[in-house]
């Protein structure tokens, strides 16, 4: 099992530019999640998903958006990029609630790090 | 308005001895804590859990007591060694937020042999 992968793991981007992130998971994981980590900042959610055709914005949805078309994966896109979204991205995933003695671990993916110029 | 703190940025141990991290929450709805652990350049892993009906939860070296009347929780490395060198971050988790949770800052634990 690979666990939770993204992809890329490095990007520079010009202020205005678009891209987006790529998050998978082989763990048949029901919910899924996009944070950011910025220097005293810990960790931030940015927008999570709690099934396929499910999003909803967490703490700090401004300047991104989300898909989720199939189980396995979670796409978070910059439309147009600003320098105060240079940050480490981290993509995990968990079971849902429901699960018995699943507890509430999310399993997180390398990061991405991104700069924008 | 940080729900979950961990107010020490940094902490250097020597190995061997014992290495507290401490974490402090305000919300009262918060129903199950955990601590997770990075290294550079990785993803953060799960290290250990509580839920707010224990006071304490014991895995191996690891140790996490919970004290719910002052809001605070803590994590005991015992013994500590150069490889628990790493930022480890403290979460909480609402009973009405689903599987949402919330991160301290982080602390940077150094670990000196």
Redesign the interface.
């Given at each position: 099992n690979a666990g939770?992968t993204q992809t890329p793991k490095f990007r520079v981007l010009k202020t205005g530019q678009s891209m987006t992130l790529l998050c998978a998971q082989d763990m048949n994981h029901e919910?899924m999640?996009w944070?950011r980590q910025d220097p005293?900042?810990?960790?931030?959610?940015i927008h999570?998903s709690?099934g396929e055709g499910t999003t909803a914005k967490?703490e700090v949805p401004d300047g991104y958006n989300v898909s989720r078309l199939k189980k396995q994966n979670f796409l978070l896109g910059l439309e147009s990029a600003a320098p105060s979204q240079t940050s480490v991205y981290?993509c995990?995933s968990?079971y849902?609630?429901g699960v018995p003695d699943r507890?509430?671990?999310?399993?997180?993916?390398?990061?991405t790090r991104l700069t924008v110029t | 308005d940080q729900q979950v703190k961990q107010n020490s940025p940094s902490l250097s141990v020597q190995e061997g001895r014992i290495s507290i991290l401490n974490c402090d929450y305000t919300n009262s709805m918060f129903d199950y804590f955990l601590w997770y652990k990075k290294y550079p350049a990785e993803g953060p892993t799960f290290l250990i859990s509580i839920s707010s009906i224990k006071d304490k939860n014991e895995d191996g070296r690891f140790t996490v007591f919970l004290n719910k009347s002052a809001k605070h929780l803590s994590l005991h490395i015992v013994p500590s060694q150069p490889g628990d060198s790493a930022v480890y971050f403290c979460a909480a988790r609402a009973y009405n937020q689903g599987g949402k949770l919330i991160f301290g800052q982080g602390t940077e634990l150094s670990v000196k042999p």
């Open positions: 939770v919910y999640y944070y005293g900042m810990g960790l931030r959610l999570y709690v967490g981290f995990a968990s849902s609630v507890g509430y671990e999310q399993y997180f993916g390398p990061g | -």
